[in-house]
């Protein structure tokens, strides 16, 4: 019976549970970092709604129910599927095998689940959860990563406080910086998920990049900066940071700028995590969908910040958000978030009609008490004379938008695509103007809805535009 156990748990491959006895792999002893602790309001409520006690001593095949729950939890977030469907189909004292066997063919284990196996209509007894209400996500509403400082492991934190979900911004950072913020929030027990930049460079070529570089100087020189002379490409250290989700996973992982390869989606997937995708038309969705992506983030043009678009040298044509959600809903069958422009409830209940499960923000958050946003930043969102937002390559070589200013009226006429080799290009020039309070100088990212900023704690704005 033990070699048996062994081989269940190891195709649930969850912790190695294979290497410890049967009777102490109830869940509430699982070890640290287990399901259990990762999902505790999932596990909590599935074990009450089937009247499992995690202390139980009443054998071995019990138990082993109770890991399959945990692991069920964890794959209902990737499919939709009702657990009991195939859980309430085992008897309480039923042998292993019949528990094995039952549950690897409704999906359970690491094999991806039949599109017949997943259920759309709603049955008296359990409605139909996306992969955030499976995370106790109550609020339709959830904060957006916001790279190169914005996001704060407060914000993620006050966020899932409010009943929402946050998401750490790992772009520009290392590593270990990334692992220490996932250690903060993870510490505090809230649901959560970490944003990671795809690879998807833009090459630019020496001469191309140096003409610039030789134009952006120039406003350089008052800060006594010498700017990079060569492109610097990287991949923003993409391999180490999916390995470090993939040894120590979170709730949700999302991507933009690029699809990952299937064989990145399938290592997240295959640790639990639920994988989003940032999309920007019906031929990006219906890529991400082919590849096997969980979950759709539909970014539509008026948001603030980098496109996430696959194509930055040719941006898809701007649609309403709205109509976009709609042309989406319509082509594939995941669940998604829409964002772009959403600045009060009205915005958000548009989205939601048009068939989102839940809205984005990030720019209505810029001002938030959490934020992490330059002091420039956040006076420059609140100063009436900046009422345009415009989409620029001006400061990164990758289209994004912000408010209009100085910088992007001097330069965008003559500024190459080309990313990263840009943003490393002005980033020095960014900061320096950023801590002497010359807002012309600075990428002062926003969307359309960038009036709606506010001073005020993220869970009140979160829980504001939930209505």
Request: with cysteine.
């Amino acid at each position: 019976m033990m070699s048996f156990f062994r081989c269940v748990a190891d195709d649930f491959d969850d912790q190695h549970l294979g290497s410890r006895s049967v009777t102490s792999c109830g869940i509430q002893v699982l070890p640290s970092g287990s399901w259990t602790n990762r999902y505790p309001s999932a596990t909590t409520t599935f074990a009450s709604e089937h009247q499992l006690n995690a202390s139980t001593s009443e054998g071995a095949p019990r138990r082993l129910l109770h890991v399959c729950a945990v692991r069920a939890v964890a794959q209902k977030s990737r499919f939709g599927l009702w657990v009991p469907e195939w859980f309430s189909g085992c008897s309480e004292n039923a042998d292993l095998g019949e528990v094995h066997s039952r549950a690897f063919r409704m999906g359970a284990c690491t094999g991806r689940v039949p599109r017949s196996t997943i259920r759309t209509e709603k049955r008296e007894e359990h409605t139909m959860t996306t992969p955030l209400t499976d995370l106790g996500v109550r609020l339709p509403v959830i904060a957006a990563p916001m790279a190169g400082g914005a996001t704060t492991t407060a914000m993620v934190i006050a966020a899932a406080g409010a009943g929402s979900l946050g998401l750490l911004a790992a772009g520009y950072k290392t590593p270990d910086a990334l692992e220490a913020e996932i250690a903060t929030v993870r510490a505090a027990s809230v649901p959560f998920g970490v944003n990671v930049f795809a690879p998807n460079p833009v090459p630019i070529d020496a001469d191309t990049y140096r003409r610039y570089a030789e134009l952006v100087q120039a406003e350089a020189d008052r800060y006594g900066l010498t700017l990079p002379a060569n492109p610097i490409d990287d991949d923003d250290a993409f391999d180490a940071k999916v390995e470090l989700l993939r040894a120590d996973p979170v709730p949700v992982v999302s991507f933009t700028f690029g699809l990952p390869g299937t064989d990145v989606i399938r290592a997240l997937q295959k640790v639990g995590t639920t994988v989003v995708q940032t999309v920007t038309s019906v031929p990006e969705a219906e890529a991400a969908a082919a590849a096997g992506i969980d979950m759709l983030a539909v970014q539509a043009a008026v948001a603030g910040g980098h496109s996430g678009t696959f194509s930055p040298d040719r941006m898809p044509a701007p649609v309403p958000l709205p109509d976009l959600v709609s042309q989406v809903v319509r082509k594939v069958r995941l669940p998604l978030i829409a964002a772009g422009g959403l600045g009060t409830v009205e915005d958000v209940r548009t989205v939601l009609n048009a068939g989102a499960a839940a809205a984005a923000v990030g720019t209505v958050l810029l001002r938030a008490e959490e934020s992490g946003a330059s002091a420039t930043h956040k006076a420059a969102l609140a100063d009436p004379s900046r009422t345009e937002t415009v989409l620029t390559r001006a400061f990164t070589g990758r289209p994004a938008r912000g408010l209009r200013n100085r910088f992007i009226d001097r330069f965008e006429g003559s500024a190459p695509l080309g990313y990263p080799a840009i943003h490393h290009l002005t980033s020095p020039l960014r900061k320096a103007a950023a801590a002497a309070g010359e807002a012309d100088l600075v990428h002062l990212w926003a969307g359309t809805g960038h009036r709606h900023a506010a001073e005020k704690p993220t869970a009140t704005i979160l829980a504001g535009l939930a209505g």
